[in-house]
């Protein structure tokens, strides 16, 4: 009763080793709550003469992570490297002959979830994913599991650490875009390819994600409307501190009576709300269901320790159903498979939002009442406005927030505005976000 549950790990980067020493450092505690002992008996590494932060006694080690998938004698297999293939293949192997798979790979169970969970229903496996979403915090689990009883009107998280690192650089010292993301890269937070991260791809899968568990809805990345920090200067940082906002990255997902929204961009966000004092690489997700009102979730949304701990604490779940068929399990998208329904997603110009405008005009009399006449003429009102000095001889910004309104209503007003003689360079524009 007491043998150890044997775990293959596919991939030894930076979370793969993690998980190694987490299950080692904390190997009495792990057994406490499991019954067994987990010990890693099989993993695989590209490079075995590589050094590695890790204890690899006992452990066999392979070069084909196929061996693995396919034919180790293990209990439970991590896939710890990423992408969409072979990653794909090998966690369809693995739960082809009924062996459950943690994995913190977002893009693949965003891009690919639905085909995945249907293999390993097949066979009764579980595909069990905390890690890739938010690193350590144990958001999947809570609006899966801890929010069952309610039902899920909206949420939204950052759920970035890059972008809300480089976000944070050029509120508090000032830096521009291009700055904050050089110190970002030279502290290892970005990429030396950031694109995934900065033109918001990597939120939009973990979006897609919650927004499934969150709505019982099928896994839809093709739908999320997705927007990147890079247009964001920090001029516009500083007139949202004038207004009492903070500029953050958001995933946001919402239920509509015509469909749901599913978008991530650049938002600014009430200095009063909790999610706008996320700093630095933190995540935050902020939840509402109609019975337990808003619910915050907060910490550490990367790196190998905090990925490790959401990776264990699913091999833990499956570790104490070892041999029971998932199907009578939790699952993987908390309704039942057959109730996991699509619902329309609403077309971006659709969506409701108070908006940010910032414009280049120029210094004369009368700019502030035609821009006001031509909101007003959409039945747009205007919640806040600023003129700033000029930034010439003859130039001066000017910036508003206005009411929450359709997209498409604001961008008529917009395309007359930008029309306007006195208006010297195209629109800043950014949405604007109410919380409790």
């Not at 902020?286 to 808003?294: I, L």
């Not at 997209?407 to 007359?416: I, S, V």
């Amino acid at each position: 009763m007491n043998e150890a549950i044997k775990v293959g790990v596919i991939g030894l980067g930076t979370v793969g080793q993690g998980v190694l020493r987490l299950l080692k450092d904390n190997a009495d505690e792990i057994t406490r709550r499991v019954g067994r002992p987990l010990r890693v008996t099989y993993a695989s590494v590209r490079d075995p003469n590589k050094p590695r932060d890790c204890d690899l006694s006992g452990v066999t080690t392979v070069a084909d992570p196929m061996q693995i998938a396919r034919d180790a004698d293990v209990d439970l297999i991590v896939e710890a490297i990423g992408g969409i293939s072979p990653a794909r293949e090998l966690i369809e192997t693995a739960v082809g002959r009924g062996i459950s798979v943690v994995t913190a790979n977002k893009a693949l169970i965003a891009e690919d979830g639905n085909r995945i969970f249907d293999a390993a229903r097949q066979t009764g496996a579980s595909v069990a994913f905390e890690a890739a979403v938010a690193g350590g915090i144990p958001v999947i689990k809570a609006v899966r599991e801890g929010l069952a009883g309610n039902r899920v009107e909206r949420l939204a998280g950052i759920i970035n650490g890059t972008c809300n690192y480089i976000l944070t650089q050029m509120q508090e010292k000032g830096t521009s875009f291009d700055e904050a993301l050089r110190d970002a890269q030279r502290l290892g937070y970005a990429e030396a390819d950031p694109t995934f991260d900065i033109e918001g791809m990597d939120s939009a899968h973990k979006l897609t994600i919650l927004a499934s568990i969150a709505f019982g809805v099928p896994l839809d990345y093709a739908s999320v409307s997705v927007e990147g920090i890079t247009k964001v200067t920090p001029q516009d940082i500083q007139i949202a501190q004038v207004f009492g906002y903070r500029i953050k990255l958001l995933g946001i997902a919402k239920r509509h009576a015509t469909g749901v929204e599913l978008c991530v961009h650049p938002t600014l966000v009430s200095e009063k709300a909790m999610i706008a004092k996320v700093d630095g690489v933190l995540n935050s997700v902020v939840v509402h269901g109609n019975a337990v009102g808003e619910v915050g979730f907060y910490g550490r949304g990367a790196g190998g320790d905090a990925t490790a701990s959401a990776v264990v604490a699913d091999l833990c779940d499956l570790a104490r159903t070892l041999g029971v068929d998932a199907r009578h399990a939790v699952p993987p998208l908390a309704f039942q498979p057959e109730a996991v329904q699509p619902l329309p997603v609403m077309a971006m110009a659709d969506v409701p939002s108070a908006f940010y405008l910032r414009l280049l005009v120029a210094d004369e009399p009368g700019v502030l009442s035609k821009l006001t006449t031509i909101l007003a003429a959409h039945d747009i009102s205007v919640e806040a406005i600023l003129q700033r000095e000029p930034h010439g001889e003859d130039d001066a910004t000017v910036a508003l927030i206005t009411s929450v309104i359709p997209q498409h209503r604001f961008d008529h007003a917009l395309t007359e505005m930008r029309a306007l003689p006195f208006v010297r360079e195209d629109a800043a524009r950014l949405r604007v976000e109410k919380f409790e």
